[in-house]
């Protein structure tokens, strides 16, 4: 005779029970998942359109500073888009010292405006000033500094810090004592003999060799401002992204600077 | 109703406002900003009553209140902020609560007014007191156009610092008048820039003005054009010094675009009645006709011989410089004329601190040229002008010792006059009458046949006449000597008889006819009773023996002869070749010319270093060496080239200087082939001696009659060029060849790049830097940076055509601001410079930018003012013409940039900035390479000079803005 279990038939409905039980839970993690991925969707969204919008700031930003239209502030928004962006405007560098954050190559040209081109009023006054590389290798460069004693006019200056390369290049050896930021290193451009008060226009500074960031820093008064700085903070719904742009002086191609620039080479015949 | 309502609510609006507020004036000042928000405020346009407010959308005012309804300003629903700056200037109607006093601006008040009351205009900006020039807007600027300053008090200081930090840029040249020796001048330069023009000439007809070139006299003589018909021509050297003098920029007078600019008035060429300089040729300055083959050394490379002339008497060959005067007297060395001028020693010009092109302290000096006008940019200040190596009968004239640049107001170029006084100038036509080949011997009373050949239509009035009356024997006495035109006796005759040493009676014998003297100038080299005498004669006739052919005779008369009758001389007597010296140059005649030892008034040849040849030739007898031959014995460098045309010095043992002309060297051409080789090269063709001048020539009396011969030989080198004030980049090689021997002598200099006006800047270079002979010395003067390391040339920015095409745009071109001139040529399209640039001149703070999608050739002399610009950007190559003297500008080729040998020699001047391959494809490059034969030995044949002032006037946007972005955290 055969004994029917009870407990076989409790198993059938365990299992069923079990089965029911992960297919809920596999039903709700499904619709669980469903509702994050659409919310993770719609903040995406929102980010996109946040930072689209901090992208459309900074190009109003600069339609306006093209069109001379300076304030210190912008607002742009796109109702349709639900987005808007405010954009703060404020100048670049200037005060005691400036650090682009470009790493320059060797031989492209780093441009300080010791004259503010925007208001002349605005210049750098000492006629002294700290130039500041990055520390580490030894590095050579050559400094063209313009200047306007009633005509244009520009002194020329050139340094670098291997005692061996200098016997080849007639380069000077770096002088005077200069506090750069951290991870920088410098030397003092003393253009007294040749350049007056109230005269400097602009400093081009060119590395040779190895690539470095680069600065300068006063030994008085303040550096004129390089440009804007302008932050345009993007926001859709409760979304919002910012952007910082630092937006430099117009300045010329490089070889105004040289007089004399090839491609290929320089020959008389 | 709802009209009414509203304007009376607009009433109470205001009362309300007026309430509270000080009425102090009608309008509102003081920087504020409405900063909530705004209300549109409409009124009805008509006039009966007016400012009748409105609603916006009725359909016209109401009857009364005719006209329509528009916008007049907003009205601020706020309180205004006193933060903003002028740009956000709430203008109009100050119909709105006024801000607190306490918010307001220092100095600044806001009232209220009401909406119907009319605003009155804004208070015309007014300078401060003591303003020298109202510019407007409440602006004062100094007379030179000097603005800025917050409170315009600008003083007059036009080119030095600025009165004050604020004051700094010189706007709106004002127009000015100056006189010139042409007349006047209208326009200015620059403020920041004074100018100085430099026309050195003779004047010739006494009129204090220049008169140009013969009938061709472009210049004004009162505003006009009218030309004089009479030339005035000389040149000289200036020195012209003051604080931060510069070179000059050299114009030709052919060229008077400068000039056209300055006079509106000048006639162009579609001008019938008035007179177009460009077209005009270039005044004959060089040696028309002169004497072969003297005349031919002048003109090196060029020259030639042929039945006595010029074959090319420099109306096409001959650089007009090797023409006219030089501080050295009657004759020129093209050595002397273009590199140096200065007091000529023996044996070389003597100038050793002034060289052209050459920087010495605050002073810049340059040989001039007559007819030329130079023209420089330069510092405010005073300049002395100081006249240099000139005998001291040269004066300035008509100008003053000093000229003050810019500091008047405004001014323009300055041009003053020297003129030249106490001078003869050279004949227009020179007559040129040859001497017989050999010195003739009388006998009896001979004569002596001096021919004009080729006879010349014309001739001036001056003659100079050199003869040597000699007794061989020395045992008889001259007495009287005389010289004779015409066949006929005592027709026009010049007897000098002796009344006792040292003097000496003239007696002239003239008939009416076309040869009558109207004068005459007899000096003596030796008293009246030797038994040898020379004597210049300078005889000038009242009318042009045109076409004459004419004797002189010579006659000497021996003091033991009885009755002073003119008896045969026997063979005793001989009397040497005249030589009629019609041309050469200029004479000073206020000079003791006998006495003056003719070698001063020569330069020295171009004898580069240590290649000097020397020939001995000994003569027993002089008249049987001429003709003769020579042989030539010679040391020297390798590869020398003996120049045709080249002039021989002749010296003798015995005697001073000599005279001769020789003809070419023909058939010498490379000598040598190894150092210090010593040989025989060839035979010089036949040669004349003369006698010339006291104590020169050869005594052929003497025991041992010598006559040394020093013949100049070249070596030849290969154009080169020479930088100044600038740097140089190439990704490949920078190469020049500077040829050893001018270093050697000290004529060149043997860097690349030199300091003249500003510090030179480095010689940067991928591969190799090469100052040809010179390397190893000095790359760079005084700065001498040198960097020959590969990888040093950025190439991640490419400021190329493609660049500009991009930049300048048609929004852009159709937006120029005004001076400012766009150009966008397509491939094909450009087919003249008189299409965009038809005065070759761009002053002021003009910019003219050519974008030529093509091939361009530049085949117009260009100047361009400080602070002008001239920006020519080609897809493809640009070449500078070999007519061009000189060019300023940025120029900026895909391609090659480069040079064309000059068909003159001339040197050509560059200034500005200069790039080839800038598309970095490794295409084009840039070539300095003009040719110019012999000079290449003394002097480069292209010099650039670095603009920075050019940097400054490249238009905004054609500039680049350095951007960097990123995203930050959002505050």
Known sequence: ?269 | MVRKFFLFSIGLFCLFLFSVSSVQAQYCAGNKECCDSVTPYYECTGTSPPNQSCTPGQEACDSGFNGTCEFVTDVCNGEYFNSCSENHLLTGRCDSACPPPSTLMPGTSCTLVSPNTPTPPPPTPTPPPGCIYDCGDGLCCGTDGETGGAGGNCIQDCGGPPSNPDCYYCVNPVSCVYGDPGGTVCGCASCSLGRIGVLVFVDQNGNSVWDGDGTDSRVSTGGGCTDSGVADTLMSGLQISGSGASSFTENAAGDCDILNNDRPGCATSTNASGYYCNTNPRPDFDNSGRCCPDSCWTCPGWGGCTTGVCVDHGHEGCPSYHSGATPCGGKISESCYSQEYGTCSASACGSETSHSGQWYGNATSRALLYGRIFERNVPIGPYALQLLNLPSEYTIVNSPGVINVGTGDCEGPHYFALRFDNVVPEPVDPIIIYPPDVPVQITGVDRHTCYDDPPHAEATDLYKFISTHEDGDGSLTITEVGLEFADESYSNRIRLVSTGTGNVTVTRYGVANAMDMASVDVVWNYQLDGTSIIVVWDISFVSSPNNWIYDIWGMTQDENDSGGIWNATGDQFKIWDCEVNLFGSFYDISADYPSENCSSMYCAPIIPYGSALVANFIASDLTDVTPGSVTLNFSGLDNLIYRESYRADVTGTDVQVGYSSFADLGGCSVCGGGADVVGTCCDMAPFEVFEVGTGKGVNPYDNDPRITINVGVLGMVESWYQLEDSSARSRASIVDTIPESCVANGSCDAAITVGRTYDNGPLISNNSISNGDEDGVVMGDPNNWVVATGGLIYSGDRYDYDYFDGRITTDVVDNAPAGTDYYRVGAGEFSSWNDYLPTGFVGGTDKVIMLVDDDVIVDIDIVVAGEALLLLISSGDITIDEDVDAVDGVFVADGLFSVEDSPTETQLSIEGVVVGDADLDGTGGVVFGRDRGVWNLTSPGVVFGYRPDMLFALPVELEENSIEWREIIPE
């Open chain 1, 1 to 269: 005779m055969r004994i029917k279990r009870k407990t076989e038939k409790g198993q059938v409905a365990l299992v069923v029970l079990l089965v029911s039980a992960v297919t809920l839970m596999l039903g709700l993690t499904a619709s669980r998942k469903s509702t994050i991925d659409i919310s993770i969707g719609h903040d995406q969204e929102l980010s996109a359109k946040a930072f689209a919008a901090a992208e459309a700031g900074l190009e109003y930003a600069l339609s306006e500073i093209s069109a001379d239209n300076i304030d210190s502030s912008y607002y742009w928004d796109s109702p349709a888009a639900g987005s808007e962006a405010s954009v703060l405007l404020s100048e670049l560098g200037g005060g005691g010292s400036y650090y682009p954050s470009d790493t320059y190559q060797p031989g492209e040209m780093a441009y300080f405006w010791l004259r503010n081109p925007t208001d002349f009023s605005e210049y750098y006054s000492p006629r002294t000033i700290g130039l500041c590389w990055e520390s580490g290798s030894d590095q050579a460069f050559v400094a063209h500094l313009f200047y306007n004693n009633g005509s244009y006019a520009v002194v020329r200056g050139a340094v670098d810090e291997d005692a061996g390369r200098r016997g080849l290049n007639g380069f000077a050896a770096p002088s005077g004592s200069v506090t750069c930021d951290s991870g920088f290193e410098g030397s003092i451009y003393d253009f007294t003999a040749n350049v007056g008060v109230n005269e400097v226009m602009l400093l081009v500074i060119m590395p040779l060799y190895e690539s470095t960031r680069l600065g300068i820093v006063s030994t008085g008064g303040n550096i004129p401002a390089q440009g804007y700085e302008i932050t345009s903070t993007g926001t859709s719904a409760n979304v919002s992204r910012a952007l910082l742009m630092n937006y430099g002086w117009p300045i010329p191609p490089y070889y105004m600077v040289d007089g004399v620039f090839s491609g290929t080479s320089v020959t008389g015949n």
